[in-house]
């Protein structure tokens, strides 16, 4: 079954590309595309067997996000958050919730992000609130920015602060919990506000919640997932990783296609631009650059599936750890591939009218996500004296 899911995918990433371009150029949202996401049954992959679904490896799902990515980043970021949260009612979740909840997913339903927040607060800090009501059941209240797929999706995932009705200031000790709410439901006003220079397609707008009516049964604890080890965080940041190591794969496809039509540099005495040895390094380079972000990638994949076999603190930091590599590596191949391509393909590689610029474009947006900085802080002292790295999302 895992073979017939990456063929779909295979066939789903060719359709994507198709329109690619086109759809970032006038940035139109990918209304068809995600339908055919929904009715494909990929949305499912990660349902455990025991409610119907695949369970796929973490090497399966981070394939399909590879293939995804190289066609249409934007298309690869709108599942990302339905994946991530699918794990969050798995670890969290009651067996009535995940009975409910899966099998909307199987049925094509496709869950979509409201979490983060504009500041001045720090970004662990939600000023979301649920809060309960006399009645047993909750009202939701807040607005939450960048919330990727949110204009298509059927269910908002809403990270917030619990609230007791009387909490001023939340902070970031202040318990939190995830609502699931359906898109369509009272109080709920999704925005297409998205105005980034790339992954422009994301379908990701400003959510407002005005005491929007939650029932207990669609209330998942947040915090507590962190309070042990996991591979919450590690999940989530394999699949951005395969999203960066999918754009550095599709932007080394589109540069040798470039080179193909590129004229040759008149000192290189060739007869193609493929021929001229001054190009013939640029393309080694970058080959060894993807291809050295794809075997990390990879590896990080089997990390993260030995120690959901065997988890412990020790192999759930070691996978961290791996996924964290990964991403540093993915990042760096994306943003270097984006670029080397025009440097392949010349100045015609340049034109608007080719809308290559699109490959950087969410390149830099996307690795923008999560700060590769603090993700080599925390391998250095993993390394030089094992310091287990912190539970989060982001890691």
Same mark, same amino acid.
């Given at each position: 079954m895992t073979t017939q899911a990456l063929e779909v995918a295979r066939d789903l990433a060719d359709t994507f590309a198709a329109g690619a371009a086109e759809r970032d150029a006038h940035r139109e949202l990918p209304t068809e595309a995600v339908r055919a996401l929904k009715s494909s $049954?990929?949305?499912?992959?990660?349902?455990?067997? %025991?409610?119907? !679904?695949?369970?796929?490896?973490?090497?399966?799902?981070?394939?399909?996000?590879?293939l995804f990515a190289a066609a249409d980043p934007s298309l690869a970021q709108i599942p990302h958050s339905h994946f991530t949260f699918l794990e969050a009612l798995r670890l969290q979740g009651s067996r009535s919730q995940q009975s409910f909840f899966y099998g909307l997913v199987l049925d094509g339903a496709l869950l979509a992000n409201a979490q983060s927040e504009r500041g001045p607060h720090p970004i662990d800090v939600d000023t979301t609130?649920?809060?309960?009501? #006399?009645? =047993?059941?909750?009202?939701?209240?807040?607005? %939450?920015?960048?919330?990727? /797929?949110?204009?298509?999706?059927?269910?908002?995932?809403v990270r917030a602060s619990l609230s007791d009705g009387t909490l001023d200031t939340p902070t970031a000790a202040t318990p939190k919990v995830i609502a699931f709410v359906p898109a369509d439901a009272p109080g709920v006003e999704v925005v297409d506000d998205w105005d980034g220079m790339g992954q422009r397609t994301?379908?990701? /707008?400003?959510?407002?919640?005005?005491?929007?009516?939650? #029932?207990?049964?669609h209330v998942v604890g947040f915090s507590d997932i962190f309070g042990v080890p996991t591979l919450y965080g590690a999940r989530a940041q394999l699949l951005h990783a395969a999203i960066d190591v999918g754009i550095a794969t599709g932007a080394l496809a589109e540069g040798v296609r470039q080179a193909g039509r590129a004229r040759p540099h008149?000192?290189?005495?060739? =007869?193609?631009?493929?021929?001229?040895?001054?190009?013939?390094?640029?393309? /080694?380079?970058?080959?060894?650059?993807?291809? /050295?972000?794809? *075997?990390?990638? !990879?590896?990080?994949?089997?990390?993260?599936?030995?120690?959901?076999?065997?988890?412990?603190?020790?192999?759930?930091?070691?996978?961290?750890?791996?996924?964290?590599t990964a991403k540093v590596a993915a990042v760096r191949a994306a943003l270097e591939a984006s670029s080397a391509l025009f440097e392949l393909g010349g100045t015609r590689s340049a034109t *608007?009218? !080719?809308?290559?610029?699109?490959? +950087?474009?969410?390149?830099?947006? @996307?690795?923008?996500?999560?700060?590769?900085? +603090? %993700?080599?802080? @925390?391998? $250095?002292?993993?390394?030089?004296?094992?310091?287990?790295?912190?539970?989060?999302?982001?890691?």
């Open positions: $049954g990929l949305l499912a992959l990660s349902v455990p067997v %025991k409610f119907g !679904g695949l369970g796929v490896p973490a090497t399966v799902l981070t394939e399909v996000f590879r609130r649920l809060t309960p009501t #006399p009645s =047993g059941d909750f009202v939701l209240d807040g607005r %939450k920015f960048y919330s990727t /797929g949110a204009l298509f999706a059927d269910w908002l995932v994301t379908a990701s /707008g400003t959510v407002t919640l005005d005491r929007v009516a939650v #029932p207990p049964d008149f000192e290189a005495n060739v =007869g193609a631009a493929a021929e001229d040895p001054t190009l013939i390094a640029v393309a /080694g380079e970058l080959a060894v650059t993807v291809r /050295g972000a794809q *075997a990390l990638l !990879g590896e990080a994949a089997r990390q993260v599936e030995a120690a959901a076999a065997h988890l412990t603190a020790d192999t759930a930091a070691a996978a961290s750890v791996a996924v964290a *608007a009218a !080719g809308n290559l610029s699109r490959f +950087w474009r969410d390149a830099r947006t @996307h690795t923008l996500h999560d700060a590769t900085r +603090w %993700k080599l802080q @925390h391998i $250095g002292r993993y390394t030089l004296s094992a310091t287990p790295p912190p539970r989060h999302g982001q890691l």
